[in-house]
C-alpha cells in the first residue's frame, strides 16, 4: 500500500498570504494524486487532478504541482473561504490512500 | 446533475450490523464503480473498497475484508454497504462515490451517513 504523508498537520496563516501544503508518496505516484478540500459537516471537494489540473469551478488562486513521490498544494493569496482541512489522495493498481490531512487554519 | 442520496444516521450496538445505502441519480449508475470513504469523528478519509454496479465484482481494503459486504440493485440504482461484528472504532461518517473504472479521482460524494457504535 502506498503511505502518503502530509505536512505539516497544521497551517496557521492570515488572509491575503499564501499557503503552501506536502505530500509525499512511499513510492512514486508518477503524477496520479489529487488534492482535495474539506469543510466542517461537508464531504470533501475535488480541487486538483493529476498533480495540476484544477477542477471545474475550482478558482486560479489554487495550483497544484510535483511529481513522482513528492507534491504540493499551493494557495496564492489566502481567502476567508479557504481555511479548511486539506487531503491528498492516490489510486493504485487496487487500492486508493489518502493522507491524515493538513488544517489550514486563520492566524 | 449527479446526486447521490445515502440514508439516514444509525446508532448500533457493538456487534452489529449497519447497512447504509446510496441511490444515485444523474448518471448511468452500471458505468461508474461505486466507492466506499468513511471518517471517524475528527480523523482523516479512510478507503473501503469499490463494487462494479455492472458485474458485482468487489475489491475492499485489507482492512475490512471479512467485515464489509459491497452489493448493488441496478433496478434501483441503488448501492450499499454492510458492515458486520461492529466495534466502537467503526463510529464514522460514511460516504459513498462513483468513479470509472479508469478513473483516479473522487468527483461526487454523497453527503456522508453517520453511524454510531455505542453500548
Known amino acids: 500500500e502506498i503511505v502518503l504523508t502530509q505536512s505539516p498537520a497544521t497551517l496557521s496563516l492570515s488572509p491575503g498570504e499564501r499557503g503552501t501544503l506536502s505530500c509525499r508518496a512511499s513510492?512514486?505516484?508518477?503524477?496520479?494524486l489529487a488534492w482535495y478540500q474539506q469543510k466542517p459537516g461537508q464531504a470533501p471537494r475535488l480541487l486538483i487532478y493529476d498533480a495540476s489540473n484544477r477542477a471545474t469551478g475550482i478558482p486560479a488562486r489554487f495550483s497544484g504541482s510535483g511529481s513522482g513521490t513528492d507534491f504540493t498544494l499551493t494557495i496564492s493569496s489566502l481567502e476567508p473561504e479557504d481555511f479548511a482541512v486539506y487531503y491528498c489522495q492516490q489510486r493504485s493498481n487496487w487500492s486508493d490512500t489518502f493522507g491524515q490531512g493538513t488544517k489550514l487554519e486563520i492566524k | 446533475q449527479v446526486q447521490l442520496v445515502q440514508s439516514g444516521a444509525e446508532v448500533k450496538k457493538p456487534g452489529a450490523s449497519v447497512k447504509v445505502s446510496c441511490k444515485a441519480s444523474g448518471y448511468t449508475f452500471t458505468g461508474y464503480y461505486m466507492h466506499w470513504v468513511r471518517q471517524a469523528p475528527g480523523q482523516g478519509l479512510e478507503w473501503m473498497g469499490w463494487i462494479n454496479p455492472n458485474s458485482g465484482a468487489t475489491n475492499y481494503a485489507q482492512q475490512f475484508q471479512g467485515r464489509v459486504t459491497m452489493t448493488r440493485d441496478t433496478s434501483i440504482n441503488t448501492a450499499h454497504m454492510e458492515m458486520s461484528r461492529l466495534r466502537s472504532d467503526d463510529t464514522a461518517v460514511y460516504y459513498c462515490?462513483?468513479?470509472?473504472?479508469?478513473?483516479?479521482?473522487?468527483?461526487?460524494w454523497g453527503q456522508g451517513t453517520l453511524v454510531t457504535v455505542s453500548s
Open positions: 462515490a462513483p468513479r470509472q473504472s479508469w478513473g483516479t479521482t473522487f468527483d461526487y
Open positions: 513510492q512514486s505516484v508518477s503524477n496520479s
